[in-house]
C-alpha cells in the first residue's frame, strides 16, 4: 500500500459531536414525545444508520493505520478491543435490568428477556428479534428492554470477517480496493431493495442489508489514510450535515427502510466526515463540550435508554411527556456513571490486564448464561402470574406460536402456490383466510369451529400484507384460490392506515377477484377493520396483582369510525350475490366507545390485534355468514 502520507490517528471531536447527534435522536424517537397527534423526531431512529457509518470509519482507521504503520494487524488484539468496548458495560445494564424484569414482566415476556439477553452477548440479537413476534417501531416493540441490541449485532456480524477483507485490500491494488467496496456497498443495498417487496421485517433485521453503511464509512477511512488528510471545505461539510438533519425531520415509519432513500443520510454523514474537521465552523460547533461529552458516553447512554424506557413504560402505562424527559435525564445520568467506572477503565489494559478482565466477564457471562436456561426450563416461572393474565391465555399467536411462525411470521413468500399456504383438515370443503396478522389472530379459534363443522381452514395470512400490499404474494394467492369451487374466501385485514393511492390502486384487483370467485360458486366475507384500543400488555401483570382485575380500557368509537371511513367506502362498493360482511365493532364497541379490556376480559393483545376472547366473539358472527 503506498500512501501519499502517513497520518497519525489524531482525535477528531466533531466525531464525538455527530455520535451526540445521533443518540439524542435515537433517544428522541425512542421517547415518542406526543403533541397532539403528533410525535417528535420519527425519524431520529436514523441515529443508528449514523452510528453505523460512523463505527466502520472510525474501526477502519485504526485497522489502515496500524498496516500503514508498517504494524502486523493482529486479530487477537483487534477483538480484545472489541470486547473490552462492547461488553463491559452491556453486561453492566443486564445484570441491573434483570431483577425488574423478575418483577414486571410477565412469563411469556420474561422468557424473551432471557433469550433477548444472551443473544445480545453473543452478537445475534437482530436474528433473535426478527424470529421473534416483535416487528421494530410497534408498540409492542417498545416494551422489549434489549430489543435495542439489534444494532449491536450487526456491527459484530460485520467486524467477524471484516479485519481479514481489510488486509486484503491492503495488500493489493487500489483496483482491488474500490472494487471490493463496490461489490459490498451495491450487493448489500441490492439484497435490502429485493427484501422491501418480499419481508420488510428481514430487511430492517438482517445485518447485510446494512453493511453497505458500514462499508461506505470504510472507504472514507481508506480513502483519507491512503492518499489525503481531510479537507476543510466547509460549505461542502455544511451541505452534508443539512441532509442528516433534513433526512431526521423528513423520514417517518412509512419510509421505505433501509433502502436506497437511506443513502440521504448516509451521504451526509460521509461528507461531513471528509469535509467537516474540526478547522470548519461546521467541526468548531460539533465539537463543543457539551456535544463532545455526549458523544463520549453515547455507547453507554444507547445502552441504558431503551431498558429504561420500556420499564418506565411497563410500570406506567400513561407516561407524560414530562416522565419521558426524566427517562432521558437519567439515561445520561447512568451513562456517565457507566462510561467512567465501566468504560474507562475496561480499555484501559495497563489498570486491567487480559488476566484480570476475562475471569470477570466470564463468571458474569455464566452466571447470566445460567440464569437464562433457567427462565427458559421453567417457562417463565408462570407461578408469578394469575393465568388471566398470561399472554397465551388471550393471544392466540402466543399459544399456537409453532403454528403462527410456520404458517404466517415465517411463511414463504414467494414458491409453488399449493405449498405456501398451511391448510388444516381433509374435508370436501374449503375456507380460505386471506389478510394480514389481524387475520391470522382470528385463524386459530376459527380453525377449531370449521373442523368441528366439517370444513378446512388454508391461511393465505403474511405479516403486513392484506390483499394488495404483495403483488408477489398476491399472485400466490390467486394461483391457489383459482382452485377454489363452492368454497369460501375470508378477506380482511388493517385497511383503515391504508392511504387513498391503495385503494383507487387496488380497486380494480378487488373488484376482479370477488367477480371471479362468485363465477365459480364461491361465497366471499369482508371481515371490516377491527377497532384499535392501546393495551399495555405488559403492565397486566402488575395491574392484576395491586386490583385484582382488569380496568376498562376503551377509546372513542367515533374515532375509530373517521379513521375507517375510508376502508368501509372501499369495502362497501365490493357488492354483489354470495358477499357477505363482518363487523367487528358489533362484539367490540357499544354505542360510544370501543374496548380493549371490558368486564374483566381482554378484548385486543396489543393495539388491535383481536384476543383469543374476541376472535371467538367476531368467529361467531362470521359463522353465521358461512
Not at 452534508?240 to 437511506?262: D, E, R, Y
Not at 429504561?308 to 411527556?321: E, V
Not at 466477564?361 to 445460567?370: C, K, M, N, R, W
Request: charged share 15%.
Amino acid at each position: 500500500m503506498q500512501a501519499v502520507s502517513s497520518m497519525s490517528l489524531q482525535y477528531r471531536p466533531e466525531i464525538d459531536g455527530l455520535r451526540a447527534i445521533a443518540v439524542s435522536s435515537v433517544l428522541i424517537y425512542h421517547a415518542e414525545f406526543q403533541f397532539g397527534q403528533d410525535t417528535l423526531l420519527e425519524g431520529g431512529f436514523l441515529g443508528v444508520d449514523i452510528f453505523f457509518v460512523l463505527s466502520g470509519y472510525l474501526i477502519s482507521r485504526i485497522i489502515f493505520s496500524a498496516l500503514l504503520t508498517g504494524n502486523s494487524l493482529s486479530i487477537v488484539d483487534f477483538y480484545d478491543r472489541r470486547i473490552r468496548r462492547i461488553l463491559p458495560a452491556l453486561l453492566v445494564v443486564i445484570i441491573v435490568s434483570t431483577p425488574l424484569a423478575w418483577i414486571l414482566l410477565a412469563p411469556s415476556d420474561l422468557e424473551e428477556f432471557a433469550g433477548s439477553i444472551v443473544s445480545s452477548i453473543f452478537s445475534y440479537s437482530n436474528i433473535f428479534f426478527y424470529f421473534s413476534t416483535t416487528e421494530y417501531g410497534s408498540d409492542s416493540s417498545l416494551l422489549k428492554p434489549f430489543m435495542h441490541t439489534w444494532s449491536l449485532s450487526v456491527e459484530e456480524q460485520f467486524y467477524l470477517f471484516f479485519p481479514l477483507i481489510a488486509i486484503w485490500i491492503y495488500k493489493g491494488s487500489n483496483i482491488r480496493a474500490l472494487t471490493t467496496y463496490a461489490f459490498i456497498i451495491v450487493s448489500s443495498l441490492g439484497v435490502s431493495h429485493f427484501l422491501l417487496f418480499f419481508d420488510t421485517s428481514l430487511n430492517f433485521f438482517i445485518s447485510v442489508t446494512r453493511f453497505w453503511e458500514l462499508a461506505v464509512g470504510s472507504l472514507l477511512a481508506f480513502y483519507e489514510l491512503r492518499w489525503r488528510t481531510v479537507h476543510g471545505h466547509s460549505w461542502i461539510g455544511a451541505v452534508g450535515f443539512a441532509l442528516v438533519l433534513l433526512s431526521i425531520a423528513s423520514f417517518s415509519a412509512s419510509t421505505p427502510h433501509p433502502s436506497v432513500l437511506t443513502a440521504v443520510p448516509v451521504l451526509g454523514v460521509a461528507l461531513v466526515l471528509l469535509f467537516g474537521s474540526s478547522a470548519t465552523p461546521l467541526g468548531r460547533i460539533l465539537s463543543i463540550a457539551p456535544l463532545r461529552w455526549i458523544g463520549l458516553v453515547s455507547y453507554s447512554a444507547y445502552l441504558w435508554h431503551f431498558p429504561l424506557m420500556a420499564f418506565g413504560r411497563i410500570a406506567f402505562p400513561n407516561a407524560t411527556n414530562i416522565d419521558k424527559l426524566l427517562w432521558i435525564a437519567m439515561t445520561f445520568f447512568l451513562a456517565v456513571l457507566t462510561y467512567f467506572a465501566i468504560e474507562v477503565p475496561f480499555r484501559n489494559r495497563r489498570l486491567m490486564s487480559a488476566s484480570r478482565v476475562y475471569p470477570v466477564l466470564a463468571i458474569q457471562v455464566a452466571l447470566i448464561l445460567g440464569g437464562a436456561i433457567l427462565v427458559d426450563a421453567r417457562s417463565g416461572f408462570p407461578e408469578r402470574v394469575p393465568d388471566q393474565v398470561r399472554q397465551e391465555n388471550f393471544d392466540d399467536r402466543v399459544r399456537y406460536q409453532s403454528d403462527f411462525q410456520r404458517c404466517h411470521k415465517l411463511a414463504a413468500m414467494t414458491g409453488p402456490a399449493d405449498q405456501a399456504f398451511c391448510k388444516w383438515g381433509n374435508f370436501p370443503s374449503n375456507v380460505y383466510l386471506v389478510g394480514d396478522s389481524h387475520m391470522v389472530a382470528l385463524a386459530f379459534d376459527l380453525r377449531a369451529k370449521l373442523l368441528a363443522r366439517g370444513q378446512n381452514l388454508i391461511l393465505m395470512t403474511r405479516p403486513g400484507s392484506a390483499f394488495g400490499k404483495n403483488p408477489q404474494l398476491d399472485k400466490m394467492r390467486m394461483t391457489q384460490l383459482a382452485r377454489a369451487r363452492n368454497d369460501v374466501v375470508i378477506l380482511g385485514g388493517y385497511l383503515h392506515r391504508e392511504s387513498d393511492e391503495f385503494f383507487e390502486g387496488n380497486r380494480s384487483a378487488y373488484e376482479e377477484l370477488v367477480s371471479d370467485l362468485l363465477s365459480r360458486g364461491n361465497k366471499v366475507v369482508f371481515v371490516y377493520p377491527i377497532p384499535s384500543t392501546y393495551i399495555n400488555r405488559a403492565s397486566l401483570f402488575q395491574e392484576y396483582v395491586v386490583n385484582g382485575y382488569l380496568k376498562d380500557v376503551k377509546s372513542s368509537r367515533n374515532d375509530f369510525e373517521n379513521s375507517a371511513r375510508k376502508a368501509y367506502r372501499f369495502l362497501d362498493g365490493l357488492g354483489g350475490v354470495n358477499v357477505y360482511r363482518v363487523y367487528p365493532e358489533s362484539v367490540l364497541c357499544d354505542d360510544l366507545f370501543c374496548y380493549g379490556i371490558r368486564g374483566n376480559e381482554i378484548l385486543i393483545s396489543d393495539f388491535d390485534h383481536p384476543s383469543t376472547v374476541a376472535s371467538g366473539f367476531i368467529n361467531d358472527q362470521l359463522l353465521l355468514k358461512l
